[in-house]
Structure formats: C-alpha cells, structure tokens
C-alpha cells in the first residue's frame, strides 16, 4: 500500500468549461495565473496516467479535451474564450412535443425498468429488479439480531456543517472557532441511558473500529438513533485516526447497482472515556 499525493491546480489556475447546474448556459474558465510549485491541471494528470497506462481512444492535450467538450457547438476552446458564454433558450413543456428523455427512449415516464431497452448500459443487470423494492440494510435490528445486542443505535454519518465546506476550510482558525469539534447528536434520554453528558468526549463504536466523538443533545433525533459528521481530523495530533468518521465505516457491503458503500444504516454503540487513560484530544482553539 502507498499513499500517493497530486497536488492539484486551483480552479484559478487551469483553463475549463462550466456547465455544471447552469441549466441553459455553458461558461468559458481561463486560468487567470499559472499553477503554483508542483500543482499541475487534474486533467492533465488523467492524460499522463491514460498514456502510461497505454489507454487507446483518450486525448492527447488539456486543449483536445476541451474542444471535444465543445464539440456540438462548434467551436473551440480559443474561439471560446473570446465569447466567454454560450446560451441556448430554454423552452418549456417541451416533452409534449418531444416526450421525456428516459433512459429507454420510449418518450415515456419508466416507471418499471425495462433493461434490454436501455441503449449502452454499462451495469449487469442480472438481479436488479425493474421496480424499486425495499431490502433491510446488511447491519440493523433486524437483519442482524445479534449484532444489535451489542451495537444498539442505528449510526447515520455524513452530516452537512454549515460552517465548512464538506473537509474543506478546516485549517481557517475564525471558522474552527465556530465548530471545533466533531459532535454526535444523540437524543438526550438515549444519552441518559449511556450515562453521558451534553459535551463529553465519548467512543463511538462500530464493529469495524472506534473514534473520539463529543456528545451532543438533539430532542428531534429518533432515540434509537445516532448521526456524527465527517470532515473532522484537521489540526490534531493523529485526528485522521481519531477523529476521522471514515474509520468506523467501510467499504463493503456495497449497492449492487449504484456501488455506493454503506454509510447512514450501521449498528454503533458508545461508551465512556476512561478518565484513567483519557483520548489525547487537544483544543482546537
């Protein structure tokens, strides 16, 4: 194992194309400096790995990329970057004329999933059903009883802060201030039940391994239930180990048809600090 670390460019710093969530609108990006030190172009690093690796059909230049994504306009990307903004008009109900783009192209709304129908597909298919249907997640009290009886609260992770930018911005000392540390909201007779306190430090635990999470009251949660952010490791002392949420969840069991890993349905417990041989959580602030 080895960890490999890219410095990327800044958003600032490459040449790009929005399109993103801009509905009608496609935006010139030109790099308004060159990348800083080592910093290279994201895209420029794919292009490098592809013709390492020996990749047929991928492109040659950071440029190629972007007037092959320019394309159907017919334009590119040096022409692009005189106009700075493509528009097309947006024209409503336009399914009464042309149906619905679904995946089947019948035109229609797929309600049941026809996958023979379904033009280039790259998924297997064998087992997935045409209708959505429930399954019990992998862990929970009722798939796995005995599980249960040890790790008793349902565990959901991922928790948007509004102070942060998913992991970013953790190194800005005005906004630590304003959320220093990870918090597991718990519902207050739940925190009763495990004899802690709104504010102290506790071991979260999973069956896959355990981190130093601050307890916090929330009288809206379902008492069965436990929610911890992620993002959190910056400024201490191994925090990517202690602190880091990813270390009580894993990778498997994944969804057969997204490969999503599960993250929001695992069975937790937590316990009390050892005051005799305390975490080594230092202050953030």
Known sequence: MA??????????????????????????????????????DEKQMLIDLAGKMGLEGYWDSIEEYLDHRLERIRMSFEDFKKVGKFSKPVFYKS?????????????????????????????????????????????????????????????????????????????????????PDPQLDIHPETAKAFN????????????????????RFDENIHPKVVSAPHGYWYGVKDGWELLNI?????????????????????LCTIEKIDQNNPTPIPSWI
């Open 246 to 266: 990813n270390m009580v969840t894993g990778r498997e069991p994944q969804c057969p048809v997204a490969a999503s890993s599960q993250t929001r349905a695992l």
């Open 3 to 40: 960890d490999v670390v890219l410095p990327a460019a800044h958003w600032t710093e490459r040449d790009d194309i929005e399109d993103a969530l801009m509905m009608n609108h496609v935006f010139c990006q030109p790099k308004a400096v060159e990348p800083i030190s080592e910093c290279r």
């Open 196 to 215: 802690v306190a709104e504010g102290e430090w506790v071991w979260l635990k999973t069956k896959k391994d355990k981190v130093a999470i601050r307890i």
């Open 95 to 179: 399914y009464e004329k042309t149906g619905f783009m679904t995946s089947s192209g019948s035109g229609k709304v797929d309600l049941c999933l026809d996958h023979p129908k379904i033009p280039n597909l790259q998924i297997p298919v064998e087992g997935i059903p045409p209708l959505p249907v429930y399954n019990e997640p992998t862990e929970s009290p009722i798939s796995t009883p005995e599980l249960y009886k040890e790790y008793p609260l349902v565990l959901t992770t991922g928790a948007r802060n509004i102070v942060y930018f998913h992991s970013a911005h953790r190194n800005i000392p005005s906004l630590r201030k304003l959320s």
